[in-house]
């Protein structure tokens, strides 16, 4: 490529490890942010000295590119194993505690039990196991079922509640209605075979420390994509109409914001962008006048109940070093497609139905209160309905024909943080022939 200069659109985790790989390599990069910090998603939370992860709440054993990254901006010492557990309040009022490292899950009771091993024997260690944390492979077997279609017997209801709809809504933030077989079995080997790491200062110190060290501008959106003669040769900028001319461009924005700056020329990528299901995430975190146990975490409601908000997270208890008032920080966490009924409430109606779910997992929660803030993400977690993977591979396959331009994003790879960066690896390799995605 003659012009080595290269723009990306948006400083989230993808487009800031495309950034400085690129940078590595010689090329002059300039990375366009609509809004006036790095990370996306990715966002902690301050209060009197306290920090709280109030967007990506963890990082992966088996990530690769993250640790690697970690390294480059001298973040290892700070990695943290989160060894905490789950405990879930049942519908009767008892209360029953989980570690997602023991083979035995107690809710489900022998019968349940059998089953999901019969399910991990089958669909994990017997048949193809495709790559993580990118979707590269088609397998109309998998991508064509509904998960719950796998449990639907009276008998199979303790699996529907506290696997299926747990796991779905952990790591998923949504109920199993809107996933196929194939995104489960990718998310259940991830949550089963590795383990929860933090970072002593937020999941966002990572994006935070890379931005330091790259040429970033906040508060500039970009308006579209400029085509000439079939290639992407640009992008103008919403302020003003200028033009920014580059020999290759990378989009790691959410699809929602692809979409809207995809030009005519890009009409099937604009569509395909558009059909992905983003549901809006409002959280609200209450900070408590006290600690709570230091063994749990992750606090549920009954499954069963399909409460609005299903769970909350202690941050304190997660990662105790990011908390040194060593008093609890809950986050309260809904997911789709209750949260299309969320975004719009004011702060006060929105509180009060998250301290009505917590106080069924907490009794007396809503009196150890001090203050609550509230954070809105107008995006969380994308869903993988029957047919999504299938769309990916299209959409992915389509975009490598296209000159100028590569996409980054965690969409591609089952919406985890490894994925947006095995996905910018991937945009670097187009851009440079860079070996790091040689086994993509």
């Known amino acids: 490529m003659e012009n080595r200069k290269v723009i990306i659109v948006g400083a989230g985790?993808?487009?800031l490890a495309a950034g400085y790989w690129l940078c590595q390599r010689g090329y002059e990069v300039e990375i366009l942010e609509a809004s006036d910090h790095p990370g996306g998603r990715m966002l902690t939370l301050e209060r009197k000295g306290d920090r709280i992860d109030v967007g990506a709440q963890f990082y992966h054993s088996d990530y690769r590119y993250a640790y690697e990254l970690m390294d480059a901006v001298n973040l290892s010492g700070e990695k943290r194993t989160i060894t905490g557990k789950f405990q879930f309040r049942l519908g009767n009022g008892s209360t029953t505690i989980y570690d997602h490292r023991v083979p035995y899950m107690k809710m489900l009771g022998l019968r349940g039990n059998l089953k999901l091993y019969g399910f991990i024997l089958k669909y994990i260690f017997l048949r193809h196991r495709f790559p993580m944390y990118r979707i590269v492979e088609d397998h109309p077997e998998y991508d064509n079922v509904e998960i719950l279609d796998l449990f639907k017997g009276p008998k199979d209801k303790p699996l529907r509640d506290f696997l299926v709809t747990v796991m779905?809504?952990?790591?998923?933030?949504?109920?199993?209605?809107w996933m196929s077989l194939y995104h489960f079995i990718h998310t259940f080997r991830l949550s089963t075979f590795t383990n929860f790491i933090a970072l002593t200062r937020g999941t966002a110190s990572l994006p935070e420390e890379l931005a330091k060290r790259l040429p970033v501008q906040y508060d500039a959106p970009v308006r579209q994509l400029v085509m000439d003669k079939g290639r992407v040769v640009g992008v103008q900028m919403e302020h003003g109409g200028t033009v920014k001319r580059a020999g290759h461009v990378v989009v790691a924005v959410a699809p929602s914001s692809a979409a809207r700056i995809m030009p005519d020329e890009l009409e099937e990528q604009r569509r395909f962008f558009d059909a992905v299901i983003y549901s809006p995430f409002p959280m609200p975190i209450f900070y408590l006048d006290r600690p709570l146990r230091k063994d749990i975490w992750?606090?549920?409601n009954d499954p069963a109940l399909r409460k609005t908000f299903?769970?909350?997270v202690n941050g304190q208890a997660k990662v105790p070093e990011m908390v040194p008032s060593g008093k609890a920080i809950l986050s309260a966490w809904s997911?789709?497609?209750?949260?299309?009924?969320?975004i719009d409430l004011p702060d006060d109606m929105l509180i009060r139905r998250a301290q009505e779910d917590v106080d069924l997992m907490l009794p007396g929660f809503?009196?150890?209160?001090?203050?609550?803030?509230?954070v809105r993400h107008p995006y969380a977690i994308a869903r993988y309905p029957v047919g999504a993977y299938r769309k990916v591979l299209d959409f992915q396959k389509e975009a490598s024909k296209l000159n100028g331009v590569s996409f980054v994003s965690d969409?591609?790879?089952?919406?985890?943080?490894e994925a947006a960066m095995w996905s910018a690896a991937r945009a670097v390799s187009r851009v440079c022939g860079w070996g790091g995605t040689a086994n993509i």
């Open 310 to 312: 299903q769970f909350a």
């Open 13 to 15: 985790i993808g487009g």
């Open 298 to 300: 992750c606090y549920f």
């Open 168 to 177: 779905s809504m952990g790591e998923n933030m949504g109920l199993p209605e």
């Open 366 to 374: 809503s009196g150890w209160v001090e203050e609550v803030k509230v």
């Open 335 to 342: 997911g789709y497609p209750m949260t299309l009924d969320l």
């Open 411 to 417: 969409l591609f790879g089952g919406c985890y943080l």
